[in-house]
C-alpha cells in the first residue's frame, strides 16, 4: 500500500535560505499529519554539519516518522567534465545523506537545458552521470529516482529532460535495479504535456510520486503550451490544494494500481498553510484506501 510523506513546500526559503525556521520546528508541524513520512532535502542549512545528519533521524522516528526520501539537484549537462565530476561526488554526498538518515530513494535530474547541446549530447551526459552513481547508491541500498523536474530554485536553464520524449528516452537509457522514476504528474502541466500520457509511458518504472496540484490562474492548457520554452516559472500556473486542480488523481491512481505501484507518495503542498496541508493529506488517504482497498482498515 503507498505510504505518505510530506515535504515542506511552503517553508523552503526559511530552511534553506535565511535560516528564520529550523527542522525541529518543521519536524513537530508535520508531526501533527496522518503521514507516515517526511521527504528531506539535501539543501537545508542544518544539514551542512554532517554530525547532524543522525540527529535529525532520530528526532524525526521519536515522531513515529520515517525518511524515505531524498530531494537533491544535480546538474549532470554541463559541458565541461570537471563540472560534471563534481556533480557526481556531490550526489555521491547526498547519497551518504539519504543512507545517514535512514532513506531508500534519492532523487537525480538529468541537469540543465543548456543551448548548446543537442538533444542526443544532453541524455548521454545525463546518463554516463547517473551511471556512475549508481554502483555507489546500490551497495548503501539507495534507489536513484528521476524527477519529470521542471526547474531547481536555483537554475537558469529548465531540466534538460522535462520534455516527456527526452524524459523517456534518458529513462529508458538505464537499465539498473537501483534505478527507477519519481512521477510528478504537476510538472508535466509545465512542459505543456499530458500527465497521463507521460504516466502511461513510464508507469512501469515508477517507484516514487509527488503529490500536488496546480490550477491555472488565466488562460488555458493550450497558452501554457505557447510558453514552453520561456525561462522562469510559469505564471499562469499556481500550486493549489490536492484534489482541486488540473489532475485527475482518479485516472492517476488506475494506472498506478494496475501497475503494483506501492511506493511513497510525498506531498508538495501547504504554500496557503497547515490547513491546506492537512485537506491534502485527508484527501489523498480517500484515495489510497480507495485504490488499495485491500489494505484499508
Keep these: 500500500m503507498p505510504q505518505l510523506a510530506v515535504f515542506p513546500k511552503a517553508y523552503m526559503h526559511a530552511l534553506c535560505k535565511d535560516g528564520t525556521m ?13 503521514v507516515q513520512g517526511m521527504e528531506w532535502y539535501a539543501g537545508f542549512l542544518e544539514m551542512e554539519d554532517k554530525r547532524n545528519w543522525t540527529q535529525f533521524r532520530a528526532m524525526v522516528e521519536d515522531k513515529g516518522m520515517v525518511i524515505p526520501m531524498m530531494c537533491c539537484s544535480p546538474d549532470f549537462t554541463h559541458p565541461e567534465k570537471a563540472f560534471r565530476e563534481a556533480e557526481i561526488q556531490k550526489q555521491k554526498n547526498w547519497i551518504d545523506m539519504t543512507h545517514a538518515l535512514g532513506g531508500r530513494y534519492c532523487r537525480v535530474l538529468s541537469g540543465q537545458r543548456r543551448p548548446v547541446l543537442s538533444i542526443d549530447e544532453g541524455v548521454q551526459l545525463a546518463a554516463a552521470c547517473i551511471a ?6 546500490a551497495v548503501r541500498g539507495i534507489t536513484l529516482i528521476l524527477e519529470n523536474h521542471y526547474k531547481d530554485d536555483f537554475w537558469i536553464y529548465p531540466e534538460f529532460a ?6 523517456c528516452a534518458l529513462v529508458e537509457r538505464i537499465q539498473h535495479p537501483c534505478f527507477g522514476v519519481n512521477y510528478d504528474p504537476s510538472n508535466a502541466f509545465l512542459a505543456g504535456e499530458d500527465p497521463l500520457e507521460l504516466l502511461d509511458r513510464v508507469a512501469n518504472r515508477v517507484v516514487t510520486m509527488h503529490a500536488s496540484d496546480r490550477f491555472l490562474r488565466y488562460g488555458t492548457i493550450e497558452d501554457l503550451r505557447n510558453e514552453e520554452d520561456a525561462l522562469g516559472y510559469a505564471k499562469r500556473l499556481s500550486h493549489g490544494e490536492i484534489g482541486k486542480g488540473l489532475n485527475d488523481y482518479d485516472a492517476i491512481f488506475s494506472k498506478l494500481k494496475r501497475e503494483e505501484f506501492n511506493g511513497w507518495i510525498s506531498i508538495e503542498d501547504g504554500v496557503d498553510g497547515m490547513d491546506q496541508l492537512h485537506r491534502s493529506v485527508n484527501f489523498l488517504k480517500i484515495k489510497i484506501k480507495q485504490y488499495w482497498p485491500e ?3
Design 22 to 34: 529550523k527542522l525541529s520546528e518543521w519536524i513537530d508541524l508535520a508531526s501533527t499529519l496522518d
Design 132 to 137: 556512475d552513481c549508481l554502483p555507489y547508491a
Design 162 to 167: 522535462q520534455k516527456m520524449d527526452v524524459f
Design 295 to 297: 489494505y484499508a482498515d
